[in-house]
């Protein structure tokens, strides 16, 4: 049995699906947002991240955590692992639950969050819209393919692969009712963090 | 038999049928091969295998592979100095079939994770399914805060692997080269450190990597602690080891430098070099505080004065180095260590303990990583409010004063009061008698005295503290100083001053008084005596034409006679004598 909330959310059509089976299966699809291209969206990493806490600082308290698995589909997977988006380019970025599971650990705490481009942020939200914690998390996309050449030095590319999957640690006494996630963007002096997605995970 | 367009089609068109097969998943056993602490406090490496099938790993063959993996993986700085920073899980998947695909010799295994290589069409490149990978750690129990790095080892010994997420080797005893090399990516987010063609595209735009710059000048290069002065900025040259500005890194080769001419970040069997080296023992400090616990375990103690206190931390070891620990109270320098055991004074005292990783592979720490403090607070109670000198009994010559004095310890401040008569009674206080010390008045008897010492604790009263007063007559045979509280006023006293008047009356040819009390001895000298004595010096006095003398206080009938009484006859009779 399924019940479908449709909500809008940033002007985009959020389409939150639940299932009371023991799969939870939610999707947004949030169309023409672009992993690469810069918006004015973005906003200042180092901002977010100084105040909001860390999940794994928050989950450090909480007796349980709920692990999620969140699958992304980020382009057209029969595909396979293609080279980077240019940017400027649209992309759809589809992230889904699909796996809910109780753990008794707490996720990784970080004394010195250090951003890369190879990285995600995904910060959980409640249900007014306060941001309550975030994680970084290593695009789960990214495939390097590197070989030594003639000379022993190596060359190499990074491909994406279009669908894949991640967790994300959400301590039980934090009700995030949606994941917001962005991509780290670097401006040459510092992090922005253009939003590529979002997740509803209300139980 | 699977390829990856078949198996991606397949998760678009079923997420439910897979999220209900991950939940029916069977758990993999996990070993843990490497326990150096506990996972909040190492980096956790997550082995898994694929196309390893039960007679694999019944046999060990798949264990044994593992080990020898994650000893490569450690034979190497910073690794190697810090393996103690880490744990390593084995997760036993099993697979179908033993190997993995190779797509393009139309090879084709059924895997657990669908490890192929040709990934991408690229012909050493191995590509796994992370769902599936995602799946298996989940089921295996494999801990949220164990799987900082996860790594997948597939069954075939052609040479490859890949980076990414999840980083996936083959059996090639050159493959955990790649690993190292990926490891330095995804784990120390550093660059690549060779240029082009693309793709990758060179972007010149100072780069977010510790170890590639377009920045020419010295003070504004990243790695600067590491360039000697000597080094010419770019850095010519082939020299190994040597850091300075060389050209070429980020894929660009022009405009974007690295830190040394060749590193495992350029090419591999190299080692990483001191740049990469630091970033690296930072980012094993990102997840790694150099404290693993410390007692006593709440950050606030209390115990009583003069009780020793003992503190102590665990600590991470690196390979070859210890950390070091200085411990302070109050911001001075107390003691180096483990552990520390002190004794303090009464009242609050902030305990730190700061533990610092002195590493040579690091000489840049901004975020001040490889240093932690512990810090306690210590109430320490006052010691209880005691008197440790009482006011003396002292005995002087008759109107002088004394000093009396009380020694008392506990919580400063300490408040005195000097009360007049026995002690705890507090009916005479004496005004201004409020320091250590008191010193009487000119005293002509016995005097009684006690302190009362108050501190925010509470008060405590000192003993009684008697002032005699001595008396000293030249002319008496009898016990010339008597004093008072001491001398026990006997029926010789009393005859002496009979004898002595009756003498002044004989010089002066005067009869003899006539006495009628007859005092004798063991006899308790009382009220009678004395006035009788007094008359007898009243009529002396008047007999000689002197006028008449003022006594002290009456005497009742039937008082016990105090030596001062004695004494002031004595001094009326010397002074016609």
Not at chain 1, 44 to 64: G, H, K, P
Not at chain 2, 88 to 109: N, Q
Request: proline residues 7%.
């Amino acid at each position: 049995m399924l019940h479908r909330t449709l909500s809008r959310v940033g002007g985009l059509m959020v389409f939150l699906t639940s299932s009371v089976s023991a799969l939870v299966v939610v999707c947004l699809i949030a169309l023409a947002w672009g992993a690469d291209a810069q918006t004015a969206a973005d906003r200042s990493a180092a901002q977010v991240l100084s105040s909001v806490r860390q999940l794994a600082d928050m989950s450090a308290a909480a007796s349980s955590s709920t692990e999620l698995t969140i699958r992304w589909s980020a382009g057209d997977a029969a595909a396979g692992p293609v080279p980077k988006p240019q940017e400027g380019s649209a992309a759809s970025n589809v992230f889904t639950v699909v796996t809910r599971r109780q753990v008794a650990g707490v996720a990784p705490h970080e004394r010195n969050p250090q951003l890369s481009p190879d990285q995600i942020v995904v910060v959980a939200v409640g249900a007014s819209g306060e941001e309550l914690g975030w994680q970084l998390v290593k695009d789960p996309r990214i495939v390097r393919a590197e070989s030594p050449g003639p000379d022993g030095v190596l060359t190499g590319q990074t491909l994406y692969q279009p669908l894949t999957e991640f967790t994300v640690i959400v301590p039980n006494d934090v009700a995030a009712s949606m994941l917001s996630i962005y991509k780290p963007r670097w401006n040459g002096t510092a992090f922005l963090l253009a939003p590529i997605g979002s997740v509803g995970v209300a139980p | 038999m699977t390829s990856v367009a078949h198996r991606a089609g397949r998760w678009v068109l079923m997420p439910l049928l897979w999220a209900a097969l991950v939940g029916s998943a069977t758990a993999a056993p996990v070993t843990m091969i490497r326990n150096n602490g506990s996972s909040a406090n190492r980096v956790d490496i997550v082995v898994l295998g694929d196309g390893y099938t039960s007679t694999d790993i019944a046999s060990g063959l798949y264990a044994q592979q593992v080990e020898s993996f994650i000893q490569g993986l450690f034979a190497e700085d910073p690794s190697l100095e810090y393996q103690n920073f880490y744990n390593v899980w084995r997760v036993d998947v099993t697979s179908a079939e033993s190997g993995v695909d190779h797509p393009e010799l139309g090879v084709f295994k059924n895997t657990a994770l669908d490890a192929a290589y040709n990934c991408a069409g690229i012909q050493r490149l191995i590509c796994v399914d992370t769902t599936k990978v995602n799946a298996v750690l989940s089921s295996s129990g494999v801990a949220a805060n164990a799987r900082d790095v996860v790594l997948v080892i597939v069954n075939d010994s052609t040479y490859g692997g890949s980076g990414g997420s999840v980083a996936v080797a083959s059996t090639h005893q050159e493959a955990v080269e790649i690993i190292r090399h990926e490891l330095g990516h995804s784990f120390g987010l550093l660059a690549d450190e060779y240029g082009g063609p693309p793709p990758p595209s060179c972007t010149l735009t100072e780069p977010s990597a510790a170890n590639a710059t377009m920045q020419t000048s010295r003070t504004l290069v990243k790695w600067s602690s590491w360039i000697a002065p000597s080094t010419p900025l770019p850095t010519p040259g082939t020299a190994s080891g040597v850091p300075g500005l060389y050209l070429g890194a980020d894929y660009c080769d022009t405009g974007m430098y690295r830190p040394t001419y060749n590193s495992k970040m350029r090419s591999l069997e190299r080692p990483f070099e001191q740049v990469n080296t630091e970033q690296l023992v930072r980012r094993i400090y990102n997840w790694v505080t150099p404290f693993d616990s410390s007692t006593p375990p709440t950050t606030s103690v209390s115990i009583g004065p003069g009780q020793k206190l003992t503190f102590s931390v665990t600590l991470p070891s690196p390979h070859t180095h210890s950390l070091d620990v200085v411990w302070s109270v109050d911001s001075v320098t107390a003691a180096t260590g483990t552990q520390f055991v002190t004794t303090l004074s009464p009242g609050r005292h902030q305990i730190t303990a700061t533990v610092h990783d002195a590493t040579a592979m690091v000489r840049s720490d901004p975020s001040h990583l490889l240093t932690a403090t512990r810090t306690w607070t210590a109430d320490v109670a006052d010691p209880p409010l005691t008197i440790i000198t009482q006011p003396q009994n002292q005995t002087i010559p008759f109107g002088q004063t004394a000093v009396l004095s009380v020694v008392a310890s506990g919580a400063d401040p300490l408040s005195y009061q000097w009360f007049v008569g026995p002690s705890g009674v507090t009916a005479v206080p004496i005004s201004g008698a409020t320091s250590s010390t008191f010193t009487t008045p000119a005293l002509d008897g016995l005097a009684r005295y006690w302190v009362r010492v108050t501190n925010i604790g509470g008060s405590v009263a000192s003993n009684t503290a008697s002032v005699a007063v001595t008396f000293t007559d030249a002319h008496s045979t009898t016990d010339p100083t008597i004093t008072t509280g001491l001398t026990m006023i006997k029926a010789v006293h009393i005859l002496e001053l009979r004898n002595r008047i009756n003498a002044v009356r004989s010089g002066h040819s005067l009869s003899p008084y006539p006495w009628t009390i007859p005092p004798s001895a063991g006899v308790v000298i009382k009220g009678v005596h004395v006035n009788e004595l007094r008359a007898a010096i009243l009529t002396l006095y008047a007999a000689l034409g002197l006028p008449a003398p003022t006594f002290t206080g009456t005497i009742a009938i039937g008082s016990i006679i105090r030596a001062q009484t004695i004494a002031e006859l004595r001094n009326l009779v010397t002074a016609v004598e």
